[in-house]
Protein backbone atom coordinates (compact mmCIF):
# COMPACT_ATOMS: atom_id res chain seq x y z
CA UNK A 1 0.00 0.00 0.00
CA UNK A 2 1.30 3.80 -0.68
CA UNK A 3 -0.35 6.67 -0.38
CA UNK A 4 -2.00 6.81 -3.67
CA UNK A 5 -3.56 3.36 -2.63
CA UNK A 6 -3.06 -0.68 -3.17
CA UNK A 7 0.47 -1.59 -4.81
CA UNK A 8 -1.06 -3.34 -7.88
CA UNK A 9 1.01 -6.82 -8.31
CA UNK A 10 3.25 -7.48 -10.44
CA UNK A 11 1.02 -9.89 -12.55
CA UNK A 12 -0.91 -7.24 -13.35
CA UNK A 13 1.66 -4.80 -13.89
CA UNK A 14 2.65 -7.08 -16.68
CA UNK A 15 -0.78 -8.12 -18.17
CA UNK A 16 -1.22 -4.16 -18.52
CA UNK A 17 2.07 -3.86 -20.31
CA UNK A 18 1.78 -6.76 -22.55
CA UNK A 19 -1.87 -4.98 -23.85
CA UNK A 20 -0.20 -1.58 -24.21
CA UNK A 21 2.85 -3.29 -26.27
CA UNK A 22 0.59 -5.44 -28.00
CA UNK A 23 -1.73 -2.76 -29.54
CA UNK A 24 1.66 -0.86 -30.44
CA UNK A 25 2.93 -3.98 -32.54
CA UNK A 26 -0.23 -3.93 -34.16
CA UNK A 27 -0.51 -0.82 -34.74
CA UNK A 28 2.86 -0.33 -37.00
CA UNK A 29 2.29 -3.58 -38.10
CA UNK A 30 -0.69 -2.57 -39.91
CA UNK A 31 0.80 1.24 -40.59
CA UNK A 32 3.17 -0.66 -42.18
CA UNK A 33 0.98 -2.77 -44.01
CA UNK A 34 2.09 -6.05 -43.25
CA UNK A 35 -0.22 -9.25 -42.30
CA UNK A 36 0.18 -11.62 -39.15
CA UNK A 37 1.37 -14.17 -41.23
CA UNK A 38 3.72 -12.14 -43.41
CA UNK A 39 5.33 -10.62 -39.82
CA UNK A 40 5.27 -13.88 -38.29
CA UNK A 41 7.43 -15.57 -41.28
CA UNK A 42 9.95 -12.25 -41.24
CA UNK A 43 10.31 -12.91 -37.36
CA UNK A 44 10.34 -16.95 -37.84
CA UNK A 45 7.41 -17.53 -35.65
CA UNK A 46 3.91 -18.20 -36.14
CA UNK A 47 1.12 -15.74 -37.72
CA UNK A 48 -0.37 -17.40 -33.93
CA UNK A 49 2.32 -16.12 -31.67
CA UNK A 50 1.98 -12.45 -33.32
CA UNK A 51 -1.94 -13.01 -32.83
CA UNK A 52 -1.53 -13.02 -28.69
CA UNK A 53 1.45 -10.46 -28.76
CA UNK A 54 -1.16 -8.33 -30.26
CA UNK A 55 -3.84 -9.21 -28.15
CA UNK A 56 -1.47 -8.67 -25.23
CA UNK A 57 -1.40 -12.39 -24.32
CA UNK A 58 1.88 -12.87 -24.42
CA UNK A 59 5.12 -10.46 -23.44
CA UNK A 60 7.18 -11.30 -25.91
CA UNK A 61 11.18 -12.30 -25.13
CA UNK A 62 14.14 -10.06 -26.10
CA UNK A 63 14.71 -11.87 -29.13
CA UNK A 64 11.23 -11.49 -30.46
CA UNK A 65 11.31 -7.97 -29.51
CA UNK A 66 14.35 -7.49 -31.39
CA UNK A 67 12.94 -9.44 -34.52
CA UNK A 68 9.80 -7.48 -34.35
CA UNK A 69 11.29 -3.98 -34.73
CA UNK A 70 13.56 -5.03 -37.36
CA UNK A 71 10.72 -6.50 -39.26
CA UNK A 72 8.77 -3.34 -38.84
CA UNK A 73 11.55 -1.04 -39.09
CA UNK A 74 11.97 0.76 -35.76
CA UNK A 75 14.54 0.59 -32.74
CA UNK A 76 13.92 -1.39 -30.23
CA UNK A 77 13.24 1.50 -28.19
CA UNK A 78 10.65 2.39 -30.90
CA UNK A 79 8.60 -0.39 -29.85
CA UNK A 80 7.47 1.46 -26.60
CA UNK A 81 7.24 4.84 -28.31
CA UNK A 82 3.94 6.39 -29.13
CA UNK A 83 3.83 8.61 -31.92
CA UNK A 84 2.04 11.91 -30.94
CA UNK A 85 -0.80 11.19 -33.67
CA UNK A 86 -1.40 7.86 -32.08
CA UNK A 87 -4.30 6.90 -29.53
CA UNK A 88 -2.60 6.64 -26.65
CA UNK A 89 -3.61 10.40 -24.32
CA UNK A 90 -1.11 12.82 -23.66
CA UNK A 91 -0.96 13.82 -20.21
CA UNK A 92 -0.88 17.90 -19.57
CA UNK A 93 -1.14 20.44 -16.71
CA UNK A 94 1.17 20.55 -13.51
CA UNK A 95 1.63 18.75 -10.42
CA UNK A 96 0.30 21.07 -8.58
CA UNK A 97 -2.88 21.66 -10.73
CA UNK A 98 -3.18 17.89 -11.64
CA UNK A 99 -3.01 16.00 -14.42
CA UNK A 100 -5.77 15.69 -17.22
CA UNK A 101 -6.15 13.81 -20.72
CA UNK A 102 -5.29 16.30 -23.23
CA UNK A 103 -7.98 14.59 -25.47
Not at 6 to 23: D, I, N, V, Y
Amino acid sequence: MNALGPTPSRALLERHLARLWGRRVADLRRRRGISQQALGRRCSVTQQTISKVERGEVLPGDGLKVALATALSVSPGGLFAWPRDATAPRRTGSVAGGLTDAR
